[in-house]
């Protein structure tokens, strides 16, 4: 099933689940509730061989239909889903060309060098979909709502998208709807 799916079919029973917490509770558990970062999108990398978090990016632009990441900060869950993922320049434009795996990759920009975190490699499939559900173990407490970035790289290491549109604990969207 697909993250978003998967996604929706979760917000009734959370919010079921929360509910009842909070009724039983009095309280939900404020260090979930912060540990959480999103990112509404995923955009392919504009500006061929961009440094984003001290990573080097692909050398051709990248683009994308769409995606999601999510991270929790305090048991290092990552779920992460793009669509689309195909080049925007070279002589296999529109397709993902030689690239068949990537990553996530968790960025938390703290100082000089960035703690960096990656996924699994999972498939990039000929229409340029992929996604991962898991963990990836302990995450440092340096990495904060407001020094983590997502990326998607390739097996060479090089970024080709990044998450957009980030979502912090008690941040809302345009839309006045919570994360």
Request: proline share 7%; charged share 15%.
């Amino acid at each position: 099933m697909r993250f978003m799916e998967r996604s929706r079919m979760r917000a009734g029973a959370l919010a079921l689940t929360m509910g009842t917490a909070l009724l039983v509770g009095g309280m939900g558990s404020p260090v979930t509730a912060q540990a959480t970062v999103k990112w509404r999108t995923v955009i392919g990398i504009i500006q061929a061989g961009n440094v984003g978090a001290g990573i080097p990016g692909g050398g051709q632009p990248w683009s994308t239909l769409g995606g999601e990441a999510s991270v929790n900060l305090s048991n290092g869950r990552v779920e992460f889903e793009v669509r689309g993922l195909v080049l925007a320049g070279g002589d296999t434009i529109g397709t993902p060309g030689a690239v068949n795996q990537v990553k996530g990759t968790l960025a938390c920009v703290t100082g000089v060098t960035p703690t960096v975190i990656d996924t699994p490699l999972v498939p990039l499939n000929a229409r340029g979909d992929a996604e991962f559900d898991g963990s990836v173990g302990p995450i440092p407490t340096t990495c904060t709502p407001t020094n983590v970035v997502f990326l998607v790289r390739i097996a060479a290491n090089r970024w080709i998208a990044n998450g957009a549109v980030r979502i912090r604990p008690g941040d809302l969207s345009s839309s006045g709807r919570s994360p």
